[in-house]
């Protein structure tokens, strides 16, 4: 168990359609990571938030958009939904981000039907 | 552009043996290596880490050499174990953001008993 908590689990939904991922990151983490991985790709980086604030930007689209709240839970919302954005979605958390050792929540599974 | 690459989807090893898992990068700016691994249904748990000033670094079984004039890291797994099964995920970053990995697509690790 990392710590970091990551709900739903599961989510199907259709075309067009707008969904809310959430999560808590470790007791004490300033850091929020989101990341997206496809079928047979790795994990791509979409954005982190440090204390509230954004603080890096990856290939995130802007369809997507995230925020991360005074008691540091953070939401990742995906909107405008294609098939394409089928995927699970991780989130992780760090202290501080300095030496890029995250921990991992166990994902969002996505499913746009 | 793919800056990091794992070019073995998938390796078996029989149980006692050594596993040698290989990750190439491109982008220069990176200093900063890393190893995950993952197991189904769970999110990428960290595993060991090498700073661009060293070229080994060794954790228990689990040893991480980087050769940066090759741009070339591997990690060795020795004896490995059956409970070693798992994805492997090589991931760099770079000083300007340490928490924005870039990660390989991934190896999968099979250790036969």
């Known amino acids: 168990d990392s710590g970091v908590t990551q709900t739903p689990k599961h989510l199907i939904t259709a075309t067009g359609q707008r969904v809310t991922l959430r999560c808590s990151p470790r007791?004490?983490?300033?850091?929020v990571y989101w990341y997206q991985q496809s079928l047979d790709q790795g994990l791509q980086f979409l954005i982190q938030?440090?204390?509230?604030?954004?603080?890096a930007k990856g290939n995130i689209l802007e369809r997507f958009s995230a925020q991360q709240f005074p008691d540091l839970h953070s939401e990742l919302n995906l909107s405008s939904l294609e098939l394409g954005d089928s995927a699970l979605y991780f989130c992780?958390?760090?202290?501080?981000?300095?030496?890029?050792?995250?921990?991992f929540g166990e994902g969002s599974r996505l499913t746009v039907l | 552009d793919q800056q990091v690459k794992q070019n073995s989807p998938s390796l078996s090893v029989q149980e006692g043996r050594i596993s040698i898992l290989n990750c190439d990068y491109t982008?220069?700016?990176?200093?900063?290596f890393l190893w995950y691994k993952k197991y189904p249904a769970e999110g990428p748990t960290f595993l060991i880490s090498?700073?661009?000033?060293?070229d080994k670094n060794e954790d228990g079984r689990f040893t991480v050499f980087l050769n940066k004039s090759a741009k070339h890291l591997s990690l060795h797994i020795v004896p490995s174990q059956p409970g070693d099964s798992a994805v492997y995920f090589c991931?760099?970053?770079?000083?300007?953001?340490?928490?924005?990995?870039?990660f390989g697509q991934g190896t999968i690790l099979t250790v036969h008993p």
């Open positions: 007791s004490g983490d300033l850091s």
């Open positions: 982008n220069s700016m990176f200093d900063y």
């Open positions: 938030y440090y204390n509230g604030e954004e603080r």
């Open positions: 090498i700073s661009s000033i060293k």
């Open positions: 991931a760099a970053t770079g000083s300007t953001s340490y928490g924005k990995l870039t």
């Open positions: 992780a958390s760090s202290v501080l981000g300095l030496t890029g050792e995250l921990f």
